[in-house]
């Protein structure tokens, strides 16, 4: 099973940019779907984007042309480059992974998660 670790979150203001990456360890993070989502206090976590292990991408209309999502599969690593950052996306950022072949932005559909890492916007 693939264990998962984030980082490059951190404070920035608005209209920065930001790269967040997620490394995988384990076996065959290639087979697995992956997406990364973002908890701000007192709400739900909520997707923002995921990646099929086809290669399919989808986003949550609140990041569409701001955030891009990618991964290497040969450094079993998945990126998220963020720009134009507004104060509404300072939340912990997580990434996760499932099985199945399909782009998903619901947390329920995975069972394997990263710690997380802090991304604050400040004006």
């Known amino acids: 099973q693939v264990q998962l670790v984030e980082s490059g979150g951190g404070s920035v203001q608005v209209g920065g940019s930001l790269r967040l990456s997620c490394a995988a360890s384990g076996y065959a993070f290639s087979m697995y779907s992956v997406g990364w989502f973002r908890q701000a206090p007192g709400k739900e976590r909520e997707g923002v984007a995921s990646?099929?292990?086809?290669?399919?991408?989808g986003y949550t209309d609140s990041v569409k042309g701001r955030f891009t999502i990618s991964r290497d599969n040969a450094k079993k690593s998945l990126f998220l480059e963020m720009d134009s950052l507004k104060p509404e996306d300072t939340a912990m950022y997580y990434c996760?992974?499932?099985?199945?072949?399909?782009?998903?932005?619901?947390?329920?559909?995975?069972?394997?998660w990263g710690q997380g890492t802090q991304v604050t916007v400040s004006s």
């Open positions: 996760a992974a499932k099985v199945s072949n399909e782009v998903a932005l619901s947390r329920y559909e995975y069972a394997i």
């Open positions: 990646m099929s292990r086809s290669g399919d991408i």
